[in-house]
């Protein structure tokens, strides 16, 4: 620089985009607009990857999906009110299901907005994010870029991960610093989540308690899938012979046809175990709140989990075991001498003897289905999961009522952290978001199996997986209706659960491929057709609309007051 030369400048787009790739953020996921769209283009021209959704919930859907397959937040960027409020949506379910995530938005400017003079797109967004979030976090100064996105990130991954909302005004990112002062403002953070190690006497306290234990049960959680700690499971499972149970997302921690599982008797599990150890799981209503009848009122309950909080929500915990899963298993390990855990064999048997009732039960409606015609529900499922089962490195994303119950029974995983799901709200939208997600991550080919109202909320992100020209098959399962398409109409417009599509027909229109399959075989030929591909295709499965239950498995969540018509 020479003496007369003015001196170097930044400002705050640029201060955004280089504490982003200090800190290693490789993709984001968004939708342009005022005030970002520069943003993004910086950050694409910088060797950040952007990719651009249709909708704001479903970029922040596969921030979150990105941040529960990486460990590390998945970065969300919107632009001011609609945006940020469509973003916020996803934002809540990922603090929901402890994904870690960051949702940066522009917004509009501040002295307009805090007066409420009518700005455009005028929201005091930092105010409506508060509720739903872990944190949120405003910059005023493009001099706080670095500390912001420092502080979102640390906030969104250490402890029990969860979504940040980190607010940038237009007027920020417009702001125009000393080049050298703003890099001066940027760090990298050290050890982002630290390990959190357990008590030695709390080790003890669960130890003791699982030694003594007739009826001993794990029960894996999607805390546990997100820790990476796979191998310090398996160890444990294996080595102690305790049955386990895997909620949806733990699925494939260990292969689900792995002797020790007790999916397939499940209730009989839940009733009858005395000693129960979750991990990253929690008592919610996913789990009955581990309430009797449906859990066994003695039961003793051992609970791992990095949020203490967490400990005596529901029950009483007689063992809180407060740490990351990993260093948990590891110290339960250390502490416990060969032999001194091991399940007693009646109660393994007990298990094993239900299972292969439940298993032969189940044959016959299996059975069955493999040549219904209408096709069921049950006879497109067993057709995806063989053709999955030839392809164990597909992920599998998963919504609907029906569709999820039906393939969460029926697909086996074999691989952690291969499924991707409704998770804890039971929430409807994540389908595509989430799938992109995989795909970008991992590269490896997505299964998303989808009822077909799960797949409106998402389905023009259909657009966005054929422009990146994604490996992601998209398999429908219409039934033409929200649980069933035969509910009989009360007027002249179509029944409250009536839907009507060839989604087939939709992704050709964005140079994808599409199938209508009728018979389980077409769906079988269609999927690895689509697979072997390795393009984005959507397979419509033509099912009997007379198939499946209203709200699947949780019907009873439906208010009960006076019968109303149908
Ligand atoms: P599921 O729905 O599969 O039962 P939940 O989402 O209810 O699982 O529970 C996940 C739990 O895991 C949360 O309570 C969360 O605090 C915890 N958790 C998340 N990450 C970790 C980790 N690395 N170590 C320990 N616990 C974790």
Not at 151 to 167: C, E, M, N, Q
Not at 335 to 353: D, F, M, Q, T
């Amino acid at each position: 620089e020479g003496a007369d030369e003015p001196p170097a400048l930044t400002d705050g787009i640029h201060l955004v985009v280089d504490a982003l790739k200090l800190n290693d953020v490789e993709t984001l996921y968004g939708v342009v607009g005022i005030p970002i769209t520069d943003l993004a283009r910086l950050a694409q021209a910088s060797g950040i990857r952007y990719i651009g959704f249709r909708h704001e919930s479903d970029a922040g859907h596969a921030a979150a999906a990105a941040g529960f397959l990486t460990q590390k937040p998945g970065i969300c960027l919107t632009v001011s009110a609609p945006g940020f409020l469509n973003g916020l949506v996803a934002l809540a379910n990922a603090t929901t299901n402890c994904f870690p995530m960051v949702q940066i938005s522009g917004s509009s400017e501040q002295h307009l907005v805090d007066l409420q003079r009518g700005d455009y797109e005028e929201m005091d967004q930092l105010a409506a994010a508060r509720p739903f979030v872990k944190a949120a976090y405003r910059v005023h100064r493009a001099e706080d870029i670095g500390r912001g996105i420092a502080r979102a990130i640390r906030t969104a991954v250490s402890g029990r991960p969860g979504g940040v909302y980190l607010d940038i005004p237009a007027a920020v990112l417009g702001e125009v610093i000393d080049a050298e002062q703003g890099a001066e403002s940027l760090w990298r953070l050290v050890d982002p989540a630290p390990r959190q190690v357990p008590q030695a006497e709390a080790v003890d306290r669960a130890i003791d308690l699982l030694a003594g234990a007739e009826r001993p049960l794990v029960v894996l959680g999607k805390g546990a899938a997100y820790s990476q700690a796979d191998e310090q499971i398996r160890e444990f499972v294996e080595t102690t012979g305790i049955p386990y149970l895997p909620m949806s997302m733990a699925k494939g921690l260990l292969p689900d046809d792995h002797p020790q599982s007790a999916s397939t008797a499940r209730s009989l599990a839940l009733r009858r175990a005395d000693v129960v150890m979750l991990v990253g799981a929690r008592l919610n209503w996913l789990l009955g709140h581990g309430e009797a009848p449906q859990w066994n009122p003695q039961a003793t309950f051992i609970q791992v989990d990095i949020a203490a909080t967490e400990m005596d929500s529901n029950q009483p915990i007689a063992a809180p075991l407060v740490g990351d899963v990993a260093s948990v298993m590891e110290a339960l390990a250390e502490r416990s001498k060969p032999g001194r855990i091991n399940a007693p064999a009646a109660w393994r048997e007990e298990l094993a003897e239900r299972s292969a009732q439940n298993v032969a039960k189940m044959a016959g409606r299996l059975k069955a289905a493999e040549t219904a015609q209408p096709m069921k529900f049950l006879g497109a499922l067993q057709a995806i999961r063989d053709v999955l089962h030839e392809n164990p490195r597909a992920y599998v994303v998963n919504e609907g009522a029906n569709a999820l119950d039906l393939a969460r029974n029926t697909i086996g995983m074999q691989v952690p952290r291969h499924r991707l799901d409704s998770g804890t709200w039971g929430v409807m939208g994540i389908g595509m978001g989430y799938a992109i997600a995989a795909a970008v991550e991992t590269g490896d080919p997505v299964v998303a199996i989808e009822g077909d109202s799960a797949f409106g909320f998402s389905g023009m992100e259909i657009e966005a997986i054929c422009r990146y020209d994604l490996p992601i098959v998209t398999v429908v399962l219409n039934n033409s209706g929200v649980y069933r398409g035969d509910d009989p109409s009360a007027s002249d417009d179509p029944a409250p659960t009536a839907l009507k599509a060839r989604h087939d027909l939709m992704i050709q229109a964005f140079g994808g491929k599409g199938y209508q399959a009728t018979t389980p075989a077409e769906v079988a030929t269609a999927l690895r057709e689509a697979l072997a591909s390795g393009r984005p295709a959507l397979i419509d499965c033509v099912i009997d609309p007379t198939d499946g239950t209203e709200s699947g498995n949780i019907a009873h969540l439906n208010p009960k007051g006076i019968t109303v018509q149908r």
